[in-house]
């Protein structure tokens, strides 16, 4: 058998984007193609970094990968890409407004992951969606074509609002690698035991604790959609499909009484793309 020919960057963040299966390459689909090869290597970056502490059972050998990675970002924006995450995104970089701060608090938010898998409170936990997830939605509206600078305020709602939602969902998942990312306090103010969660006991106290988590959560969609300014409603289309269909798994989870400690509820591919098509087409979530 023949060898296949290697894949040029942009084939690599292609591929690595589809794979990921994720509700983003939903929103991605309906944009232009420049916009598109932007947005698919940032996402391909933010997996390669996140695969390093889902993916490395060795706390020493993620720590060095990350520290490669924060060496790789350096070497780029200098012009030395060599690795085809970077060599993909970097062409876009200048036009889009993509800054090596942008990369780094990625892989901070990732280091976080090695060092901490508790959470005293919510301000602790917000500090780590700001980095995973309010930057990521930063870099996101600037690629969409963000004209308005209060534009960037509600992308860090949003983000901490889509992060919030994954982190329902994957209450059990992360348990098992043993973290859990629901504030400490807030166990205790509903008198959940970190060892219920792991041992995956359901009770009416963790149902409670997960209802107050979900109406947090809801908060911050409304907060992130009225903070969006008007001008910039039709660009930011991609970041209003991820609310939607975010929310809606949201819904979902909450329609299953939050029974998320020894399964992952999501949607259908075909409700997520359905989910993304009214928006594109009708403008409604």
Known sequence: ????????????????????????YYAFLFLPR????????????????????????DPGVAHNKLAWWQGEVAQAFKGQATHPVM?????????????????????EGCQMDLEQTRYLDYPGLQRY???VAGVVGEVAARIFGQA???????????????????????????AMRGRIYLPVNELQQFDVKAHEILKREY???????MRFQAERAYRLY???????????RRAQKPGLMMASIYRTLLREIEHEDFRVLHQRISLTPLRKFW??????ALGRM
Not at 222 to 232: F, G, N, R, T, V
Not at 275 to 280: G, N, P, T, V, Y
């Open 1 to 24: 058998m023949g060898q296949s020919p290697p894949m040029n960057p942009e084939q690599y963040v292609q591929q690595k984007a589809a794979a990921s299966g994720s509700s983003f």
């Open 203 to 209: 009770s009416e106290r963790f149902t409670a604790l």
């Open 222 to 232: 409304d907060e992130a959609l009225a903070l969006l300014p008007e001008a910039d």
């Open 275 to 280: 989910l993304a098509w009214k928006m594109q």
């Open 148 to 174: 308005d600078s209060a534009t960037t305020q509600y992308a860090h709602r949003l983000g901490q609002a889509l992060q919030l939602t994954n982190i329902l969902r994957d209450v059990g998942e992360d």
């Open 34 to 57: 420049p916009r598109r090869a932007a947005i698919t290597a940032f996402y391909a970056f933010c997996r390669e970094v996140d695969d390093v502490v889902d993916e490395v059972s």
């Open 129 to 131: 969606c700001h980095l």
């Open 87 to 107: 060599q993909a995104l970097m062409p876009h970089a200048a036009h889009y407004q993509i800054e090596a701060r942008h990369l780094l608090a990625v892989i």
